[in-house]
């Protein structure tokens, strides 16, 4: 790709337009608001002296790197001039629909657009649109510029070329990029994790354990080993005919719930929404949730280095 235009900058946005930056590929990140654009520079900024202090760039990529990365408020124009289009906007369908209508005039035709949605489905996005067959989902996980897993999903018009000039370019910038045979809701990842969280949120709703001790099951447990191994070769090294009796046994006890606990409603309710309000199952300080995501991306940094 000689030129890609990531649209929103967002939590998203911005990570991915810092990854593709980071591999040299030029890229613009555009916005509606200016102040967006700001924000997101200052981060990206701040990511990557980040990177030069752990020593995993040196002061010349990092400079190297913002040098690739431009930003604009004419998203329009930006995306004309790019063979790939990275739409990382509002989880909104109608805002979508908009954006896309709004590119399908301007761009050419052979230009691919790839969306970040995590829950519309491709034929959902494209239920409007004049070239289905250049529209793919590419879902990357926050934060994108570290979290090496995308899920590449290919809809029933998108074309094999598409896709695989799409599976081509993940790789390049750095990425372990997956292809869905289908285009299911939640796609694999976030499926995954939903079985997951909705246990957690029944564990702590029976008080089988308080909540630090159930995040700990994970990160000092089997999500540790996830990391190497992934559930089904898990299911291999253990016997299946294990796992066969682990399924038959647990799951009559495992919670089947539609929706959520109603502590969570209750939460909710009461406008604790985790760290975006201070306050969720645990209770942050502003200085926590900083030091926390600082944490979380020098981790993910160093998790990167040792499975090279
Ligand atoms: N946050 C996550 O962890 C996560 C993970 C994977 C996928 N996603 C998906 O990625 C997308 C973006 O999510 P986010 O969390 O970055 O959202 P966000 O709210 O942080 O950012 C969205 C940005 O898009 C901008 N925007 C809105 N409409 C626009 C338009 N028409 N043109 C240009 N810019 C516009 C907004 O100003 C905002 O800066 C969503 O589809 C979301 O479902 C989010």
Do not use: C
């Not at 654009?37 to 981060?43: D, I, N, S």
């Not at 230009?111 to 995590?118: E, H, K, Q, R, V």
């Not at 494209?126 to 934060?143: S, Y």
């Not at 590449?152 to 993940?170: I, L, Q, S, W, Y």
Request: a negative charge.
């Amino acid at each position: 790709m000689k030129q890609v235009t990531v649209i929103g900058s967002g939590v998203m946005g911005h990570g991915i337009a810092q990854l593709v930056a980071q591999a040299n590929v030029p890229v613009v990140l555009t916005d509606v608001y200016e102040s967006s654009l700001e924000k997101a520079t200052e981060l990206i900024t701040a990511n990557l002296a980040m990177q030069v202090e752990q020593q995993a760039i040196s002061e010349s990529e990092k400079e190297r790197t913002l040098m690739t990365l431009s930003t604009s408020t004419d998203v329009i124009q930006s995306a004309s001039n790019s063979d790939l289009v990275i739409e990382a906007i509002s989880e909104k369908l109608d805002l979508k629909h908009e954006l896309y209508e709004k590119l399908e005039e301007a761009i050419l035709k052979e230009t691919i657009i790839a969306s970040n949605t995590s829950t519309f489905s491709l034929e959902a996005l494209t239920k409007n649109v004049a070239h289905p067959e250049r529209f793919i989902v590419t879902h990357f996980f926050n934060p994108a510029q570290f979290v090496p897993l995308v899920e590449v999903v290919k809809g029933n018009k998108t074309t094999e070329d598409v896709a695989k000039r799409v599976m081509n370019f993940m790789e390049q910038v750095g990425k372990r990029p997956i292809l869905l045979q289908k285009d299911v809701p939640g796609f694999i990842a976030n499926r995954l994790q939903a079985a997951l969280v909705r246990e957690a949120f029944h564990l702590l709703e029976e008080g089988v354990a308080d909540a630090r001790s159930i995040d700990l099951a994970v990160t000092e447990g089997p999500g540790l080993r996830w990391g190497f191994s992934g559930p089904l070769e898990t299911a291999d090294f253990g016997g299946l005919d294990i796992w066969k009796s682990v399924v038959e046994n647990l799951a009559p006890e495992l919670s089947a719930k539609q929706q959520v606990p109603s502590f969570i409603d209750a939460a909710i309710e009461n406008g604790n929404l985790g760290t975006k309000t201070s306050k969720g199952i645990y209770s942050y300080s502003d200085e926590v949730i900083q030091s926390r995501l600082v944490e979380r991306d020098e981790y993910l940094l160093k998790m990167s280095k040792v499975r090279q």
